[in-house]
């Protein structure tokens, strides 16, 4: 005998309550959300936290636009990290616009040979061309990627040199050093042949 069971109602959560400061981190971060699994319903948990927040609907369409404004930095973001990946895997010399630490921004043609993690933060490890070395490029500093079409060559990465290192003003205030991490290298398929 096919028995099935009665379908229950959709629970919903209990109130939540959330400082000013609180909501505006969930907004952000439901805004940053790039589109993929649950984008809608990341969409309408959005809506529901903007109405909470604010509740003259024009100030509401004004903070909406701003937290597309968010979402449309994200997309940009994963669209300059999926076209550093592939130039990896592809081996495709790159053309960046990078911007160093001091907000200088310069562009460089690169040889792309792996993506690494060390601390916070992700390094596409690259020849330059300007430089005639191995560069470490902070991902989130890479403002514009264009792929050339041209096959870059596997370098000798012996002279990867040290993943930079994190470190915390404070840290350098107090005059303190900070536990190295140990660099964690991730390479992409189709890596170092």
Known sequence: MNRTEPRRPTASLPPVTL???????????????????????????????????????????????????????AGRTAGVRAAVEEAVTRSRVLLLEYRDGRGSTTR????????????????LVAWCR???????????RIESVDPTGETAPRRDLADLGVPPVDRHPAGRALDRKPAPAPPRLVVLPGGLS
Do not use: C, I
């Open 19 to 73: 400082t000013p400061e609180q909501a505006a981190a969930v907004a952000v971060a439901l805004a940053a959300q790039p589109p993929g699994p649950y984008a809608a319903d990341g969409h309408a948990a959005l809506q529901k936290v903007l109405d909470v927040l604010e509740p003259d609907a024009n100030r509401r369409g004004q903070l909406l636009a701003t937290s597309m404004g968010v979402s449309a930095e």
């Open 108 to 123: 460089r043609e690169v040889e792309p040979q792996l993506l690494a993690r060390s601390g916070r933060h992700w390094f």
């Open 130 to 140: 300007e430089r005639e070395a191995v560069r470490w490029f902070r991902e989130d």
